[in-house]
């Protein structure tokens, strides 16, 4: 059985921190791309951040640069995105997804390149 969970959202006001939790059963998440996408009510899904295999090297999108940060945490077999700093229009549902070629880099310019999603946790982001 092959499944990603996030965990970790909630209600946070402005400001504060938050540490959302991208969990695999069936497979493991070291030897692939790992992204974290979010989407809010009416807009697009948009990258986040992501983590390559091959590597290790990150992105992020340029709205959450110097406030969230990505990371493996390979013996729990997750990944998580530690969001800081937290702004109202930070408020969204959020994804993480493995990419399972075995190409290794990953992207945040698209949800194409993955091919295996979780079922997304709300953060909501208000005082």
């Known amino acids: 059985q092959l499944r990603l969970v996030e965990s970790g959202g909630g209600l946070v006001q402005p400001g504060g921190s938050r540490r959302l939790s991208c969990a695999a059963s069936g497979f493991r998440l070291g030897v692939y791309a790992i992204g974290w996408f979010r989407q809010a009510p009416g807009k697009e899904r948009e990258g986040v951040s992501c983590?390559?295999?091959?590597?290790?090297?990150?992105f992020y999108a340029n709205s959450v640069k110097g406030r969230f940060t990505i990371s493996r945490d390979n013996a729990k077999n997750t990944v998580s995105l530690q969001m800081n700093s937290l702004k109202p229009e930070d408020t969204a549902v959020y994804y993480c997804?493995?990419?399972?070629?075995?190409?290794?880099?990953?992207?945040?310019?698209?949800?194409?390149?993955?091919?295996?999603w979780g079922q997304g946790t709300q953060v909501t982001v208000s005082s």
């Open positions: 983590i390559s295999s091959s590597d290790g090297i990150t």
């Open positions: 997804a493995a990419d399972f070629r075995p190409i290794g880099s990953c992207t945040i310019a698209g949800p194409r390149p993955y091919n295996y």
